[in-house]
């Protein structure tokens, strides 16, 4: 079953904007990642935050994680027209469902030049 | 990188045949993998865990006996969808979880992905 929510469900902004996706959950996580998904293709990996973190960056991204309000959010500065792609994140359990990831239902990101 | 492949990239067959999935780590083993299946605009589902040397994990609702899955190797899974019908037409993607116990990265690395049509 889906455990993410993800809003926006789309977002369209100009090149140079910022762009934040939110993901919302509802079972304690052992770590919860961002991928991005060109139309058509593979998952490409983002980052990885881990439940005992509360931000991390990667370059022009900023991941905030928020374990009391089952919550996180994924920052894309400066969007560039390339940065144009669904959007997903992903919770992981641990215990028995160690390394299972749980989807989000994903933002779609539409930069324009 | 880890490098994730999946043969085909797409692959058409008729109503009843059986199609096999190939995923393959290149660059570095997996005991663990992951199939996947996405409908258009739709997030992944996740439907099995499929472990090096032992039975795959199965998803509530997902059909063992309609989707054989087989992990060989570490480097190796397979997922055939036997008996194929249109209703199975998607976009199946596998993933990779480098060997190495817990203590190792949780990462997973996703293939490209294989589009399947079932006339």
């Known amino acids: 079953s889906q455990q993410g929510e993800e809003d926006p469900q789309a977002l369209s902004i100009q090149e140079g904007e910022n762009a934040t996706m939110n993901c919302s959950y509802k079972?304690?996580?052992?770590?919860l990642q961002w991928y991005r998904q060109n139309s058509g293709r593979g998952l490409v990996h983002l980052i990885l935050?881990?439940?005992?973190?509360r931000e991390k960056h990667s370059g022009r991204l900023r991941v905030t994680l928020d374990t009391s309000k089952k919550s996180s959010s994924l920052l894309i500065t400066a969007s560039r027209a390339a940065d144009t792609a669904s959007y997903f994140c992903?919770?992981?359990?641990?215990?028995?469902?160690?390394?299972?990831?749980?989807f989000g239902q994903g933002t779609i990101l539409t930069v324009h030049p | 990188g880890a490098v994730v492949s999946q043969h085909p990239s797409w692959v058409i067959c008729k109503s009843g045949t059986s199609v096999k999935i190939e995923c393959r780590s290149l660059?570095?083993?997996?005991?663990?993998m992951f199939w996947y299946r996405q409908f258009p605009k739709q997030s992944l589902m996740l439907m099995a865990t499929?472990?090096?040397?032992?039975?795959?994990?199965?998803e509530q609702g997902v059909e063992k006996d309609k989707f054989l899955i087989n992990h060989a190797s570490l480097t190796l899974s397979t997922l055939t969808v036997t008996s194929a019908h249109p209703e199975d037409s998607s976009f199946y993607i596998c993933?990779?979880?480098?060997?190495?116990?817990?203590?190792?990265?949780?990462?997973?690395?996703f293939g490209p992905g294989t589009r399947l049509t079932v006339l």
């Open positions: 993933s990779a979880r480098l060997a190495g116990g817990r203590g190792s990265t949780d990462t997973q690395y």
């Open positions: 079972t304690s996580i052992n770590n």
């Open positions: 935050i881990r439940s005992n973190e």
């Open positions: 992903a919770t992981a359990a641990g215990g028995t469902s160690y390394g299972k990831l749980t």
């Open positions: 660059d570095f083993q997996a005991t663990t």
């Open positions: 499929s472990n090096e040397g032992s039975k795959a994990t199965y």
